[in-house]
């Protein structure tokens, strides 16, 4: 069951064939993910944030996908930490900001593009200067774009984070904590951090009707936005009943498959054709 390697510095390791197994994985989907973002492959799909009250859309997540020829479709929440942990999310980023950008300039104009920004790329002072290069390239407005990061992210070197967030913020692009409730939460975060909008975790509107904690915790995360001047979105919106008890609530803004699945850019631009049709935004598509 177990058998014994030695480690690049020469130390015994003792493996189970499971783990020796899971590492080949891991590599195998390194190398295919290589491959994919020097060859343009990862794709940006789209999922409508939406006015809770109109249920109009006023911005869209953008979410990577990518489909490898042999190993099919391989989840962001499995290529991501590898990206991560291998050193590729630098330019797999750059390429689906890049690709994003394009998609969303021919979108009418009070229409805001959201991008995950991962820890590590928030200790890399590059990380600016690349978000700012793309958008000069694409020609896309910075103050249409925003930012979401975890509280993770910030963690690491909040220093360093809070340098590339200012740089960003100078030129318009707005900052918002996503996956709130979750993880390393801390309340003294949103002191020292000011950020300008606030994403409730899907954890709390999943049990937001059968659960009395969820229910506090969103009112008491409404109130707090409403005191910090913070815009905020519930994330995982998936039934009307949970859409009716946040706006009873007084939540803002939503997200989640009531609303729409993430999509490619064709189809967000088949979605905006039709919500629009007969509407005065038609003129801007
Ligand atoms: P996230 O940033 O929290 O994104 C929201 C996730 O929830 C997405 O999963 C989305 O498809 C899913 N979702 C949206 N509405 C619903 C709903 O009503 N019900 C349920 N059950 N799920 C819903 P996805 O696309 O699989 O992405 C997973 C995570 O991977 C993201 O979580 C984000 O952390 C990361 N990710 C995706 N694309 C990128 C990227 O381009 N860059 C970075 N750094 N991370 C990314
Ligand atoms: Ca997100
Ligand atoms: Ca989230």
Excluded at 6 to 20: A, K, L, N, Q
Excluded at 53 to 58: A, F, G, Q
Aim: charged share 30%; aromatic share 6%; proline share 4%.
């Amino acid at each position: 069951l177990y058998h014994a390697k030695r480690s690049g510095r020469g130390r015994v390791v003792v493996y189970t064939r499971e783990m020796e197994e899971a590492a080949k994985r891991v590599t195998r989907i390194e190398q295919a993910l290589r491959r994919a973002v020097s060859a343009g492959e990862v794709e940006p799909h789209f999922q409508p944030i939406v006015d809770l009250n109109s249920r109009r859309t006023i911005g869209f997540e953008t979410l990577a996908r990518w489909t490898d020829r042999d190993l099919g479709v391989v989840p962001p929440s499995v290529f991501i930490p590898i990206a991560e942990e291998r050193g590729i999310i630098g330019p797999l980023s750059q390429l689906v900001l890049r690709k994003a950008t394009e998609a969303a300039r021919s979108w009418p104009k009070d229409l805001f593009l959201s991008f995950n920004l991962s820890p590590s790329q928030l200790v890399d002072q590059n990380t600016g200067l690349h978000i700012l290069a793309i958008l000069e390239r694409t020609g896309f407005d910075p103050r249409r774009l925003e930012i979401e990061i975890t509280e993770t992210g910030l963690m690491n070197d909040p220093a360093s984070a809070e340098k590339i967030v200012e740089d960003l913020r100078r030129v318009g692009i707005r900052v918002s904590l996503d996956d709130f409730g979750t993880g390393q939460s801390s309340l003294g975060r949103l002191r020292e951090f000011h950020f300008d909008k606030l994403k409730i975790d899907r954890a709390f509107v999943s049990s937001i009707l059968d659960d009395r904690p969820s229910e506090h915790i969103i009112r008491a995360i409404l109130a707090m936005c409403e005191g910090l001047g913070m815009d905020v979105v519930a994330e995982g919106i998936e039934d009307e009943a949970q859409a009716d008890r946040l706006v009873q609530f007084g939540c803002a803004g939503g997200q989640g498959y009531l609303f729409g699945k993430p999509a490619d850019a064709d189809a967000t631009l088949g979605y905006l054709r039709d919500s629009y049709r007969g509407a005065l935004h038609a003129k801007a598509i």
